[in-house]
C-alpha cells in the first residue's frame, strides 16, 4: 500500500454516508433483504437496496460508490440493468493491518507484504 492508494481510502471513508454503506456491505445478510437477482455475498448489493436503506438518491448513492470503488474498497458487477456492489475484503484488511502496525509503532512498510 503506498500513500496515494492510502489517503484515496481514507478520504473515502471520511463521509459518514460511505462509511455506513460499506459497513452495510460487510454484513449484507444481516442489512438487506435477499435479491431476486444475484446473491448478496457472492455478487454483491443491488444498488436499489442500498438507495432505499440509507433513503437518498439513486444519482447521491452512485456517486458515493463511485468513490468506494476508486479508493478500491468496493468492487462492482452488472446483473441485468442494475449494478451491485460487494466490498474488496483483501483490501479493507490490508488498510487495517497497515493502521495496526502504526498503532503498535511496527513498520508499517512489512504490514503489505
Same mark, same amino acid.
Given at each position: 500500500? @503506498? ?12 463521509? $459518514? %454516508?460511505?462509511?455506513? /454503506?460499506? #459497513?452495510? #456491505?460487510?454484513? $449484507? +445478510?444481516? &442489512?438487506? $433483504? ?6 448478496? =455475498?457472492?455478487?454483491? =448489493?443491488? %444498488?436499489?437496496? /442500498? !438507495?432505499?436503506?440509507?433513503?437518498? !438518491?439513486?444519482?447521491? %448513492?452512485?456517486? &458515493?460508490? *463511485? ?6 474498497? %468496493? !468492487?462492482?458487477?452488472? /446483473?441485468?440493468?442494475? /449494478?451491485?456492489?460487494?466490498?474488496? +475484503? *483483501? *483490501?479493507?484488511?490490508?488498510?487495517? @493491518?497497515?493502521? #495496526? ?6 513498520? =508499517?512498510?512489512?504490514? !503489505? *507484504?
Amino acid at each position: 500500500m @503506498n500513500d496515494e492508494s492510502s489517503a484515496k481510502m481514507f478520504a473515502a471513508l471520511s463521509s $459518514p %454516508v460511505r462509511l455506513r /454503506i460499506l #459497513l452495510w #456491505l460487510l454484513e $449484507p +445478510r444481516a &442489512h438487506f $433483504p435477499e435479491q431476486q437477482d444475484g446473491d448478496l =455475498v457472492d455478487d454483491g =448489493v443491488c %444498488v436499489g437496496f /442500498i !438507495t432505499e436503506k440509507i433513503g437518498l !438518491t439513486q444519482p447521491t %448513492v452512485s456517486a &458515493h460508490m *463511485k468513490k468506494l470503488a476508486e479508493a478500491e474498497l %468496493v !468492487t462492482s458487477k452488472r /446483473i441485468g440493468n442494475w /449494478i451491485f456492489y460487494r466490498p474488496q +475484503r *483483501k *483490501k479493507l484488511k490490508i488498510l487495517g @493491518n497497515w493502521l #495496526l502496525c502504526a498503532a503498535d509503532n511496527s513498520s =508499517v512498510e512489512n504490514s !503489505t *507484504k
